[in-house]
């Protein structure tokens, strides 16, 4: 029996391959390098996060308890928002390869369903000796107002 290779896995390869040729190792990260990833809050994305991560606070799944607190209405977990960090600390800059060894946030707003969240990380610091870099990390709503705030500190890739 032959197999045949499907053109998502083929796209995703592709995808894989450009992102290591174009990744960022320790030594190009220059301070002050930043990076934006943007993306919209679902109901989805904060069903699936209260699956896997088991918080199921019915302030993130029940609208009708959620409506009786201070925010009228369902928020997103701040854990979730806060992997949107992750996400490109590890995907994109300094991206793949990189090791992350610690991340501290503060949650300063609520987000909603329907949400966009820009996550930005920016290099704050090099330590040379060891090769790790402290990142500034911060995620903003669509009307500009920080929504999460911190740093992060990550292994990038040597070469």
Same mark, same amino acid.
């Given at each position: 029996?032959?197999?045949? *290779?499907? /053109?998502?896995?083929?796209?995703?390869f592709s995808t894989? +391959?450009?992102?290591?040729?174009?990744? $960022? @190792? =320790?030594? *190009?990260? /220059?301070?002050?390098?930043?990076?934006?990833?943007?993306? +919209?809050?679902?109901?989805e994305m904060i $069903? @699936? =996060?209260?699956?896997?991560?088991?918080?199921?606070?019915?302030?993130?799944?029940?609208?009708?308890?959620?409506?009786?607190?201070?925010?009228?209405?369902?928020?997103?977990?701040?854990?979730?928002?806060?992997?949107?960090?992750?996400?490109?600390?590890?995907?994109?800059?300094?991206?793949?390869?990189?090791?992350?060894?610690?991340?501290f946030s503060q949650?300063?707003?609520?987000?909603?369903?329907?949400?966009?969240?820009?996550?930005?990380?920016?290099?704050?610091?090099?330590?040379?000796?060891?090769?790790?870099?402290?990142?500034?990390?911060?995620?903003?709503?669509?009307?500009?107002?920080?929504?999460?705030?911190?740093?992060?500190?990550?292994?990038?890739?040597?070469?």
């Open positions: 029996m032959k197999l045949q *290779k499907s /053109k998502y896995k083929k796209q995703k894989f +391959v450009q992102k290591i040729s174009t990744m $960022n @190792t =320790f030594d *190009k990260l /220059k301070l002050g390098d930043s990076y934006t990833d943007t993306r +919209v809050v679902t109901e $069903n @699936t =996060f209260a699956a896997v991560s088991g918080d199921s606070n019915p302030l993130h799944l029940d609208a009708d308890f959620a409506a009786t607190t201070p925010f009228k209405e369902r928020i997103a977990h701040g854990a979730l928002v806060s992997s949107f960090i992750s996400k490109v600390l590890g995907c994109d800059f300094p991206g793949y390869g990189s090791v992350y060894v610690s991340q949650f300063k707003r609520p987000v909603k369903i329907g949400d966009e969240i820009s996550t930005t990380v920016e290099v704050k610091e090099k330590d040379e000796r060891r090769g790790y870099v402290t990142f500034k990390t911060y995620c903003k709503n669509q009307l500009g107002k920080i929504v999460v705030d911190g740093e992060a500190v990550g292994i990038p890739p040597k070469q």
